[in-house]
């Protein structure tokens, strides 16, 4: 079994790096604080006797050799965290795949098949669109030229982002394929929390859906301007905001809607905005319902087009279909957690994970642990330690068996 | 009669400190462009031969001799610009002023008062509100300390900004009143454009009222947090932006309604905004109707806040009521402007002005001459030039006869 302490331990003296008022932390993808953080986990790896190698996209992937050859059974999230991240997103899944490593160090046991644990460059997404990009590299998804070239919120890329953290490494990307892939993470959502389910059996992601929406007015004088004579930006932006409730509330079910980012221009008082960019983040489990819900926010742009005659260009920043993980892993994870005493509930994961870009190259699937009150990308986000302990056992047991131990 | 081409040549010379794409100016109150553009009024100020002085808030008049001593017959407005700014908008009506003294010194003319032409300092309100700031200060309705404490949207105080750019003058505030003020504006509106009127008498000036909203929610993730346990402080936003919309077309009127600034926090794609601060611009001429309108947004923040259980905090950053002018200056600009062949309309001002500020301390009225389109607070505002002379000649005419020719 697991040590809890020196889990916590870890956990503690990462969220150190980029620490912010409230116990959260800040490290957007390859900023200053994400070098320090990706350092920190690198140095616990090669302590822990882990080859540690760096991809082209900044992956790291940190293996301890098994008595064969060949593929890995991996493990692994990521360690970047958004403006107001907690201290659990990623990092835990990352630095529990390192607590089973030193766990089967001090037992001295070596497996069959290697085991590696992973941390995934940029899974947020909250600095460079789309989120998963490391995962999606590695696994072929994305072309890697296309991903260096990403210009974030900040105006910088990928690429020289990457070369100035010192984080562009020499493996080449697409890998080869893992033997298995397991991903342990905080649940950031209120369903384990509130039913009092120890273990979530992850059997799919929904579909994430998010565009930038750049509409272009005319900047006009707020006093002198009859609002008839207005091509609002701002306006057409609230509108947007207006219309994305109201169409999750009409399609209802899980689907969720958020505009998280926004800005006007020239942004005072008393001009009437003639650009206005704003982000629209849909989600369903069920793509056809994801499909309309797109079809019907690009209608209402129409209709605003129309109606205060504004330009409006939209540009996808990330698009992925639902992902179903692998039945067989499933099964794993439940069994495994059922013989520690401990409650399951099959559920599909809310937020991205690069588990999801995994799946389509090996048997993949996910633990979730509860989120208290199911808070998250909020320095409040928060989890009980003896669920990081549970959620951690379940992963060395599930990982002993892929692997042979 | 005024020299066209000479104003037009200072305008043209004025218009290129801070010139931006379009033919527009960038000079936000007390920045390095409107210390520049201060510089080289105040050069052409001591060349016409005027007494150049400097007050507490940076307030810059220029004084000419009359025979007597005593209050003068003053003209003026502004020349800070919003950051979309055209060329005409208080820079026209300070330059014609200079005009009005060239052209009595190349006559030979002394006129019974002394002639004075200011410019008033932020009169824009777009870094600090309250716009017509250095007016208020001036005619003693704002007290100097709470101006110059005043923090701008980039978090400077007035007081500052006034020292680092060596605006902040020896001349005691408030001032003794002039004997008389009168400012030539562009309209910035569309009225007289579309009806073919040269010249605009303005009677009065409508009620302002500006007020910052900020809403505190709860950050969480886009992708996990179902629709009803949102607390989402961007979703608020969109929804004021909405409200103040139908607020305006319910009302009618002449009621107008901006929501020109936003910013969201964190900001970012998949984070539901803990924070969003955006402000709500709202006129009309008619004091009552201002008034429904204020209370009509207050009833739906309320209503916001218990929908969403964020909270809610509001903070004017400008209240003014509707301003009548003097009925005798009035006449006086019509009679002038009808005497020199040209045709007038009585109008109310959609724009504030620094004349609202003066009119409560000395007989005040406005002359207004058309924008091209009604564009405004944009760099294509545009004035043409037979109607820039025009104005310069009636208020010539005004001036003469106040400080008696
Ligand atoms: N786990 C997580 O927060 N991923 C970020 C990508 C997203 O779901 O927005
Ligand atoms: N004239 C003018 O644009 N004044 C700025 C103050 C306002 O917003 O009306």
Redesign the interface.
Known sequence: RINGARLQQRIAQLAEIGAIDGGGCARLALTDADRAGRDQVCDWMRELGLAVTVDAIGNVVGVRAGRQSGAAVMTGSHIDT???GGRFDGNYGVLAGLEVIATLNDAGIVTEHPLAVAFFTNE???RF?P?MMGSLVYTGALPLGEALATRG?DGTTVGEELQRIAYAGPAPVPAAAPRAFIELHV????VLDREGTQIGVVESV?G?S?TEIEILG??????????A?RR?A??V??????FV?EL??ELGG?????????????????????RAVL?V?L?NTDEARLQMAEARLAAHLDALRDAEKVDIATRS?ARFAPVPFAAQMCDRIEHHARTQGLSTRRMP????HDAQMLAAVCPTAMIFVPSVD?????VREHTHPEHIEAGANVLLAVLCELAGA
């Open positions: 958004v403006r107001t947020e997404g909250a669109a989120d919120i649940e950031q959502g209120p929904q994430i998010w005319t900047s006009n004088h707020a006093g002198t301007t009859p609002m004579l609002d701002g306006w932006a609230g509108a947007i905001i207006h409730r999750a509330q899980n689907q969720v809607a958020t505009v998280g980012r926004i800005e006007f221009f020239p942004n005072l008082v008393n001009v009437v905005p003639n982000t983040d989600r920043l994961s809310g937020a991205g199911g808070v998250s990308h909020n």
